[in-house]
């Protein structure tokens, strides 16, 4: 039993998902700090708040609080560039890998290298 738990913990997609997780929320810290320290910090020099939740809008006896929605919208967005620049950063990279590896032509196993080398050795007893 203790096996086939090892082998499930251990299976290629949970342990893939479980580091793409943590570093998901790795990343997350960051683009909060991003967000929060810096881009904020410019919208709060610019309009004289540090993000848009005092916006709200008047119904009745109600507000609406539409300044929540939009600071919830621009930390997506800025979430969504940031993975974005990351995923085209990776595919340039994969992008090259494989040129690389297409340009170099595959070369021979040594065994094969020998068998040919042994081959051609015959060959010339052969004809002589």
Same mark, same amino acid.
């Given at each position: 039993?203790?096996?086939?738990?090892?082998?499930?913990?251990?299976?290629?997609?949970?342990?893939? =998902?479980?580091?793409?997780?943590?570093?998901? *929320?790795?990343?997350?810290?960051? @683009?909060?700090?991003?967000?929060?320290?810096?881009?904020?910090?410019?919208?709060?020099? =610019?309009?004289?708040?540090?993000?848009?939740?005092?916006? @709200?809008?008047? *119904?009745?006896?109600?507000?609406?609080?539409?300044?929540?929605?939009?600071?919830?919208?621009?930390?997506?967005?800025?979430?969504?560039?940031? =993975?974005?620049?990351?995923?085209?950063? *990776?595919?340039? =990279?994969?992008?090259?890998?494989?040129?690389?590896?297409?340009?170099e032509p595959a070369a021979d196993p040594e065994d094969v290298v020998l068998l040919r080398e042994i081959r051609d050795l015959l060959s010339d007893r052969q004809q002589s």
């Open positions: 039993m203790w096996d086939s738990y090892k082998a499930f913990l251990l299976r290629g997609n949970l342990l893939e =998902l479980a580091v793409a997780f943590v570093l998901g *929320v790795a990343f997350s810290t960051v @683009v909060t700090a991003f967000t929060d320290g810096i881009v904020m910090a410019l919208i709060g020099a =610019l309009f004289g708040e540090p993000n848009f939740d005092q916006v @709200v809008i008047p *119904v009745g006896e109600g507000q609406v609080l539409i300044g929540t929605f939009l600071t919830a919208v621009l930390d997506f967005l800025i979430v969504a560039t940031a =993975l974005f620049f990351v995923v085209q950063g *990776v595919d340039r =990279l994969r992008k090259a890998d494989e040129e690389a590896a297409e340009e």
